[in-house]
């Protein structure tokens, strides 16, 4: 987390997770607690919303694209949740940031579509950065690198603000035609 926000209130959540009384692992985070005024309250909420309900998609579609990438058309076995967790691990500081940017722009009663189009570039590049990193650890000669190129072309124009889903959940305005 940035200077700002490491300055503000701060919630630590932390236990055990447990498995028939056995300790399996201990968990904790710490979150930033953001005082948002009354009056724009009701507006801030349905935009975190707005965010929280981009990044699933984002990182939905990345899970999905370098499934595509590796494996094709074939099921795969295992567990691959290391992929969403190292999304949100990954996104979770911008997303504070972008938190904390939204209140001003809130209050002074400003277009917030700058500030979105900003969050949707940055689950992108994240998204692309891991996509390159899980899709390419294979050595080249099991891998198929047109089924990768041609995973990374869907990811990228289903990611960026082109995604009508996105500009749907996000409110955006459609995009001009050049």
Same mark, same amino acid.
């Given at each position: 987390?940035?200077?700002?926000?490491?300055?503000?209130?701060?919630?630590?959540?932390?236990?055990?997770?447990?498995? %028939?009384?056995?300790?399996?692992?201990?968990?904790?985070?710490?979150?930033?607690?953001?005082?948002?005024?009354? $009056?724009?309250?009701?507006?801030?909420?349905?935009?975190?919303?707005?965010?929280? *309900?981009?990044?699933?998609?984002?990182?939905?579609?990345?899970?999905?694209?370098?499934?595509?990438?590796?494996?094709? *058309?074939?099921?795969?076995?295992?567990?691959?949740?290391?992929?969403?967790?190292?999304?949100?691990?990954?996104?979770?500081? %911008?997303?504070?940031?972008?938190?904390?940017? +939204?209140?001003?722009?809130? %209050?002074? $009663? +400003?277009?917030?579509?700058?500030?979105?189009?900003?969050?949707?570039?940055?689950?992108?590049?994240?998204?692309?950065?891991?996509?390159?990193?899980?899709?390419?650890?294979?050595?080249?000669?099991?891998?198929?690198?047109?089924?990768?190129?041609?995973?990374?072309?869907?990811?990228?124009?289903y990611n960026y603000?082109?995604?009508? %889903?996105?500009?749907?959940?996000?409110g955006l305005p459609?995009k001009s035609k050049?």
């Amino acid at each position: 987390m940035d200077d700002v926000l490491q300055r503000s209130p701060q919630l630590w959540a932390f236990g055990y997770d447990f498995d %028939k009384m056995k300790v399996r692992c201990w968990y904790e985070s710490i979150m930033p607690l953001f005082n948002v005024p009354e $009056n724009i309250r009701s507006t801030y909420e349905s935009i975190v919303s707005q965010l929280i *309900k981009t990044a699933e998609i984002i990182g939905d579609n990345t899970e999905r694209c370098i499934k595509q990438a590796l494996y094709g *058309k074939n099921p795969i076995r295992g567990d691959i949740s290391f992929i969403d967790a190292s999304f949100w691990h990954d996104t979770e500081s %911008k997303f504070y940031n972008v938190l904390n940017q +939204l209140i001003p722009i809130l %209050k002074n $009663n +400003l277009d917030a579509i700058d500030l979105k189009l900003q969050w949707v570039r940055s689950l992108s590049q994240v998204s692309e950065r891991l996509f390159d990193q899980y899709s390419q650890s294979m050595q080249f000669s099991v891998v198929d690198p047109e089924r990768i190129a041609l995973a990374r072309r869907d990811l990228r124009r289903y990611n960026y603000e082109g995604g009508k %889903k996105i500009r749907d959940t996000l409110g955006l305005p459609e995009k001009s035609k050049k």
